[in-house]
């Protein structure tokens, strides 16, 4: 299957997710194309009649930019900027973010205000189809005057020919993918080098790559929650519709439907109960996990907005015959959406943590650490330690990142989002809130299957998840190496099919 790049169709999250899953391959619309040359074109012109220099056209870049560079070195100007600009280090940037990198920058292009060649776009979508993904780093975007840096990183290989790229499984020197399929380097022309580096591709395809994740997450700690309560025997009433109609947050209303639904037909859950309340990781979960999703919804309007978006600089306006320099690749509105994302997550990843602490404390006839002969076992106590450490990092990486600056280009860049860093952080806090999630499901699983030693049965739907877990991760009766269990538990969440 293939999908159009267009500049008259939003591209959502949702889209993104089916192209993704769905390994289509991208193609450019009419719209698009007419679109990407109507703005070079004229270009073009307005260099031929402009007395007066035009930034990052005419010009040098950022502080350099009163130093005018001669038409015969404009294209020079253009490479050197990648060039010098490529100097990621740092742990490479997964192959899935790169894709998105790929696509978003072609959506970026597909408005016709950047002025890049329709062949240069064209590249940028030839080698996401062919799986033709530069190597980039995390470190070294300031998230200001755009992904400087990574998107440098990104297109030395790909328009260039220069630099390192994975291909077909191996990674290689671009110039041996380039002979392979026979392409050859595009020659940037006026202001194309600025319009690659410009923009704020790099912290929004991390956005994307943790929204989706973190939609995932918040529908996946709602099933385990509802196992947890469930094996924790725990109360249904602090999740009733009209307790929550008073305070009708919707993502706390759907938290409740969610444990209702999921909880629905079990013996457990609507047995007599001796105990009045619940520890509130159980009772006050609809407004902590309520609260995360209303967050998601929030920042996934932000992001939306911004893929959406033309992002680089100067802007090209053939209609209103205006070039402008002005702030689009800015990345403040990323950077404090992706700080509260990370914070929403990680409140995800703390009550979890919570919960797996109550099964293994030997409460409501719970067996001490969840091994029916505890002391010669230690069986479930330490999964809990590593939850809580992971947890304990997690924390530690919801320092927002938003509020920090460092003046950089001779101070012509004085306040800058750090965008970058709260990207890729939110990134690894997603990561880690999935293990914690893990971890707990690890717990409650097993603390079920001591439940049902009881005689006593959950709802279909919970032990249905569990009947599937349990082909995957065995009940622990006596100690064992648990790491790989606890591994196994995370690919489970990987890939359970969500409808």
Known sequence: MIHYINPEEKLTLDKIQEIVDGHMTLALSDE????????RDYLNRKMETQKVPIYGV??????????????????????????????????????????????????????????????????????????????????????????????????????????????????????QVYAELGWQPIELQSKEGLALLNGTQFMSSYAVWSLLKARRLSRQADMVLSLSLDAFDGRIEPFYENLHMVRPHRGQLETAEAVRRYTEGSQIISRHKEHVQDPYSFRCAPQVHGAAKDTIRYVESVVETEINSTTDNPIVLPDDDMVISGGHFHGEP?????????????????????????????KRGLPSFLVAKPGLNSGFMIPQYTAAAIVSQTKQ??????????????????LVSMGGNAATKCARVADNVERVLAIELFNAAQALDFRHQEGLKSSPFIEQMVADYRKEVPFVDIDQVMYRLIHASVRFLQNMKLD
């Open 397 to 414: 990486l919801c320092t927002p990142c938003s509020v920090d600056s460092i003046t950089s280009s001779q101070n012509q860049e004085d």
């Open 58 to 175: 005419t010009t040098g870049f950022g502080s350099l930019c009163n130093i005018s560079i001669s038409k015969e070195q404009l294209s020079q100007l253009q490479k050197n900027l990648v060039m010098s600009h490529a100097c990621g280090v740092g742990d490479e940037v997964p192959a899935e973010v790169v894709r998105l990198m790929l696509l978003l920058k072609a959506q970026n292009f597909c408005f016709g205000y950047s002025g890049a060649q329709l062949q240069t776009v064209q590249r940028l979508i030839d080698c996401y189809n062919n799986d033709v993904l530069p190597v980039v780093y995390q470190q070294g975007s300031l998230g200001a005057s755009g992904d400087l840096c990574p998107l440098a990183n990104l297109m030395l290989p790909a328009i260039l020919g220069m630099g390192d790229v994975y291909y077909k499984g191996r990674r290689m020197d671009a110039k």
């Open 334 to 362: 990323l950077a404090m959406v992706l700080d509260f994302l990370a914070i929403a997550l990680a409140e995800i990843g703390a009550i979890s943590e919570r919960r797996t602490y109550q099964l293994v404390d030997a």
């Open 32 to 39: 698009a194309a007419a679109r990407i040359k109507k703005c």
